[in-house]
Structures are given as structure tokens and as C-alpha cells.
């Protein structure tokens, strides 16, 4: 899309370029996710989170597919649930250094 917003000649080039921009965003995200999990950088699990829940739909849309993409469903399926339960696992939270018991101060002080 950006490219033949640029390049090419579309009906709408400004929607093109625009169209193109938010794709290559929207690819950006989990890459920037993953490069600050492996930071551990506790940022970054939102925008992890996001993106497995995001691929669900997708994963469900594969399996109800009559076509050899339902191996694809099943395995993007166990990936983002797998992904999903390691996200919220209460050694990846204490990691990131999200929550948990050290940051409660004892007799309230």
C-alpha cells in the first residue's frame, strides 16, 4: 500500500500512504514487545498481551476454514494461549518487576 501510495498511481494516493504507514506500524508493535520482554522491561508486556489476544480471532477464523489452514488455526491457537498464560505467569510479572510482594511495605510504613 505504501509503496504504491508513493510509487504507483491509486485511487486515493493519501489513503494509500496512510494505509501503508498503520501497517507497518501495527508489524512494529510485537517486534518492539519482544525486544523489551527480552529487556525485561515491564512496558512491554501490555502490547504482548495485546498482540496474542489479537491473533486468537484469527487463529478461530483458520479453524473454521475448510482447507488445509486448520493445522495453521491449531498452531497459532497454541502459541498465543501458550504465550498468554507465560504473559500473566506470576515468575514473568516478578521479572518485569510488575506488582507482587515486594513492593508491599511492611507495618505500613
Sequence with gaps: MLVMGLAGDPD???QATT???TLIV?????LLAARG????RSWARGPAIITQIMALPV????????????PGGIALAAVA????VLLIHPATTE????????????GGK
Aim: charged share 10%.
Design 19 to 21: 494505509g501503508g504507514v
Design 12 to 14: 486515493n494516493p493519501r
Design 81 to 84: 494461549v501458550a504465550t498468554l
Design 26 to 30: 501495527l508489524a512494529l508493535l510485537p
Design 59 to 70: 487463529a478461530w477464523q483458520l479453524l473454521q476454514a475448510d482447507s488445509a489452514m486448520i
Design 95 to 106: 521479572a518485569l518487576g510488575i506488582g507482587g510482594a515486594g513492593n508491599v511495605q511492611e
Design 37 to 40: 520482554l527480552l529487556r525485561l
